[in-house]
T-cell receptor
Framework: EDQVTQSPEALRLQEGESSSLNCSYTVSGLRGLFWYRQDPGKGPEFLFTLYSAGEEKEKERLKATLTKKESFLHITAPKPEDSATYLCAVAAGGTSYGKLTFGQGTILTVHP | EAQVTQNPRYLITVTGKKLTVTCSQNMNHEYMSWYRQDPGLGLRQIYYSMNVEVTDKGDVPEGYKVSRKEKRNFPLILESPSPNQTSLYFC?????????????FGAGSRLTVL
């Protein structure tokens, strides 16, 4: 069974205080790992796709990295508008081609 | 505007009264999926569809039905809703190429079953 565990559950930062969110996964044959952002009252919004260990993607203050067991979402000098829930998801190989398993999310709050 | 539209956005119903949550996308996407989101449990996949007339179960399909008669529509049917189906539901779609897990989500439908 595919499993995705995100930590911490909640993270409070001061504006400008850099940190990282973790996504650990267990999957039989990773086809892709995905990061989404969800604002209150809205659907998740796509951020990044990572396909293989060692891959990195960047977007503004966010940088996602991938190893064989986990992914990190690094947030550099965050701003209050970065406050949101960040979701990690994995897609496995095999016959379950359309299945996507999400973690529980990390609630990020950035204080001015 | 490219989007996934869900209706209704909010619904309060009673146990056993059949209901349908509609989902429509205007991006010509092949892949569509339904999720429910519950506190502490995250997003869990209910059903997904790789294309018209092709549907498959996700992790929590019990109590739900879906159909994919047209490419743009993927309704979620609760034949006999129960209180444990009270949740926030999201429909999502994506293209069928390598980016097919790059999902575009709808705004969500909050369902309460009394």
């Amino acid at each position: 069974e595919d499993q995705v565990t995100q930590s911490p559950e909640a993270l409070r930062l001061q504006e400008g205080e850099s940190s990282s969110l973790n996504c650990s996964y267990t999957v039989s044959g990773l086809r892709g790992l995905f990061w989404y952002r969800q604002d209150p009252g809205k659907g998740p919004e796509f951020l990044f796709t990572l396909y293989s260990a060692g891959e990195e993607k960047e977007k503004e203050r966010l940088k996602a990295t991938l190893t064989k067991k986990e992914s990190f979402l690094h947030i550099t000098a965050p701003k209050p508008e970065d406050s949101a829930t960040y979701l990690c998801a994995v897609a496995a190989g095999g016959t379950s081609y359309g299945k996507l398993t999400f973690g529980q999310g990390t609630i990020l709050t950035v204080h001015p | 505007e490219a989007q996934v539209t869900q209706n209704p956005r909010y619904l309060i119903t009673v146990t056993g009264k059949k209901l349908t949550v509609t989902c429509s996308q205007n991006m010509n996407h092949e892949y569509m999926s339904w999720y429910r989101q519950d506190p502490g449990l995250g997003l869990r996949q209910i059903y997904y569809s790789m294309n018209v007339e092709v549907t498959d179960k996700g992790d929590v399909p019990e109590g739900y039905k879906v159909s994919r008669k047209e490419k743009r529509n993927f309704p979620l049917i609760l034949e006999s809703p129960s209180p444990n189906q009270t949740s926030l539901y999201f429909c999502a779609s994506s293209p069928s190429d390598r980016n097919y897990n790059v999902l575009t989500f709808g705004a969500g439908s909050r369902l309460t079953v009394l």
